[in-house]
């Protein structure tokens, strides 16, 4: 079991940046893939960012790269995420979740966390 705290969201002038922070509860968080996604009113979920286990392969969606930042502390249990050049269209509900090495379904979920970005 895996437990999830996203913190670090907030309300930011297009432009501007934040840094997102997922705490994660067990001794095993270096066994998991890390992975950020966002969700806007009215929008379906979408994949913004991955990270394997031990932070030396990442991935992005389009529409963040070269933008956003994803990274990983396993001695701190915390994945992080670096916004920058935000736009008001990254305004979203943005989640971090976890699944195993060896799988490709994200089995853990944390509460979510709110970026508002304002043009």
């Known amino acids: 079991q895996v437990q999830l705290v996203e913190s670090g969201g907030g309300l930011v002038q297009a432009g501007g940046s934040l840094k997102l922070s997922c705490a994660a509860s067990?001794?095993?968080?270096?066994?998991?893939?890390m992975g950020w996604f966002r969700q806007a009113p009215g929008k379906e979920r979408e994949f913004v960012a991955t990270i394997n286990w031990s932070g030396g392969s990442t991935s992005y969606a389009d529409s963040v790269k070269g933008r956003f930042t994803i990274s990983r502390d396993n001695p701190k249990n915390t994945v992080y995420l670096q916004l920058n050049s935000l736009k008001p269209e990254d305004t979203a509900v943005y989640y971090c979740?976890?699944?195993?090495?060896?799988?490709?379904?994200?089995?853990?979920w944390g509460q979510g966390t709110q970026v508002t970005v304002s043009s």
């Open positions: 979740a976890a699944r195993g090495k060896f799988t490709t379904t994200y089995a853990y």
């Open positions: 067990g001794r095993t968080f270096s066994s998991y893939a």
